[in-house]
């Protein structure tokens, strides 16, 4: 994938084009890239398998980028006749278009107050009765004649009627005014309504459709229609990962409380609906993981209290839709820890992938690394691009590393988190000299601040044993057990 760039052509990483699809921007693991494009169109999981930055999450990123937009949004309805157990509601996109324009329909219309009957806009407190001066309802008292603005309703023998007419919809006196208007040989009531300095014109249809409205049960959104596809739950907490109902002191005491439906939040399996949840070290999340199972099964997980100390704990939502696809992520030595029943789901819908960790130096790789390094410094946003002089001591690190970590000759390492790290050290340094560029000097320089602590401790003393007994105290000491003076080499 992709397209590659000629050394000769270019004298630092600025003048290299970053590819667009994200896909493209994975180094070196040509083999995941493809089944990663493959399980994202046909919402397969995966299983990726391998040492901490070689490209996980940037391709669990990635799959989102061929997914769909959402479709559906997902509420909690409240439920009158047993508040404690919320209904669930799904509103695809079209149906959420034809909402707004029913709102937009019960809106009525708004005209100037000069615009309206002189009695109506004199009762509603736009216009003085005395001098016909218009100006703010909030006035009480004319600004123009100094009279009171206020109308007596009563010398009007059809006011009582026209109350009760208003009242059949649902809309008092205070600040409305109905009346009726006629329309060839039908009649129909009119309501005007203040709205600030407009008037609000709603005519009977209008009335009954916002009658309808305000009839439903309230509602909350839990998981918005425009949301990120992709939802990360690394390291999530079981209340993060499977949703919760929030505590209230006053227990959802409809005059002192809040309702139960409004205290509903949905969890990651929730929010990753028709998108991706990436969990990475998902071993981490122990027996959670069988919840993770369930969620994926069903295609739904119920929301409720997970305090048993809490008021939310007598709430629960049933039914919540999470069809989303895993993609989760793990080291090799915690591979066996992925319950079997989970880790057969993946396989029985999905790929397993064994990451690689270093790919053959030749120059189509050695401009990828220049491709890496751009994206580094484009992602980081605070340092200057590099030299090509500069990027070939990055080529030589990733030479070394393949060679000492994986024991791989002619190869180059993917282990690119830390080359990450060497790229902005070395780009902190030009910007505290006053560089324009990243030069070979600093990277060389950045190299010597680069050095894992555990071999800065091995070099000034000589092993881990020794740091640790040079620094303990004397309390210390006797925690420690130094094997009578015999390295473990677990730091060598």
């Known amino acids: 994938m992709g397209s590659y760039i000629n050394f000769d052509e270019y004298t630092d990483t600025s003048m290299i084009k970053i590819p667009a699809n994200p896909l493209d921007r994975v180094i070196g693991q040509d083999e ?32 989102s980028f061929y997914l769909p937009r959402p479709q559906e949004e997902i509420r909690v309805v409240h439920n009158p006749v047993y508040p404690e157990r919320p ?8 149906e959420i278009e034809r909402e707004k324009i029913e709102m937009n329909s019960i809106e009525g219309q708004l005209i100037d107050p000069k615009d309206a009957p002189q009695n109506v806009a004199e009762r509603l407190g736009y216009r003085c009765p005395h001098c016909g001066f218009y100006s703010s309802p909030s006035e009480n008292v004319c600004p123009q004649c100094g009279n009171t603005k206020m109308v007596n309703t009563a010398q009007s023998p059809f006011s009582d009627v026209f109350n009760v007419i208003g009242a059949a919809f649902g ?14 040989e039908h009649e129909e009531v009119i309501v005007y309504e203040r709205q600030g300095d407009k008037i609000r014109v709603m005519d009977e249809k209008t009335m009954e459709r916002r009658r309808k409205i305000e009839k439903k049960s309230p509602s909350k959104v839990i998981v918005p229609i425009d949301r990120n596809p992709f939802v990360l739950a690394t390291g999530a907490s079981e209340t993060e990962l499977l949703g919760d109902v929030r505590h209230d002191p006053y227990g959802g005491h409809p005059q002192l409380g809040t309702l139960p439906y409004e205290r509903v939040v949905a969890g990651a399996v929730h929010m990753a609906h028709e998108g991706v949840l990436f969990i990475d070290e998902i071993t981490h999340l122990g027996n959670l993981q069988r919840f993770i199972l369930t969620a994926m099964q069903e295609k739904s997980f119920p929301i409720i209290g997970r305090n048993p100390q809490s008021a939310g704990a007598s709430v629960r939502v049933d039914d919540v839709p999470s069809d989303f696809i895993l993609v989760a992520a793990c080291n090799i030595a915690d591979l066996q820890y992925i319950l079997s029943p989970l880790r057969s789901r993946i396989i029985g819908n999905g790929y397993e992938i064994l990451m690689e960790t270093v790919m053959e130096d030749n120059e189509k790789n050695r401009l990828k690394y220049l491709q890496f390094i751009a994206q580094e410094i484009n992602m980081d946003g605070r340092i200057p691009h590099m030299t090509i002089d500069g990027a070939y001591v990055i080529i030589q690190e990733g030479r070394r590393k393949a060679k000492e970590i994986d024991g791989k000759d002619n190869a180059l390492s993917l282990r690119l988190r830390e080359l990450g790290g060497l790229v902005r050290a070395a780009g902190d340094i030009a910007v505290e000299n006053n560089h324009k560029l990243i030069e070979k000097s600093d990277v060389i320089e950045a190299l010597k601040l680069y050095i894992p602590v555990e071999e800065k401790i091995k070099k000034y003393y000589g092993s881990m044993e020794n740091a640790l007994r040079t620094e303990a105290t004397g309390s210390q000491k006797g925690v420690y057990n130094y094997s009578n003076g015999v390295d473990d080499g677990i730091y060598n």
């Open 171 to 184: 809309v008092g006196s205070n600040e409305r005014v109905t009346q009726t208007r006629r329309i060839g």
């Open 32 to 63: 995941a890239v493809k089944l990663a494009l493959m399980a994202a169109r046909q919402r397969r999981n995966l299983l990726l398998v391998g040492p901490p930055g070689v490209g996980k999450s940037m391709i669990a990123q990635a799959m």
């Open 87 to 94: 209904f669930v509601e799904v509103k695809t996109r079209d």
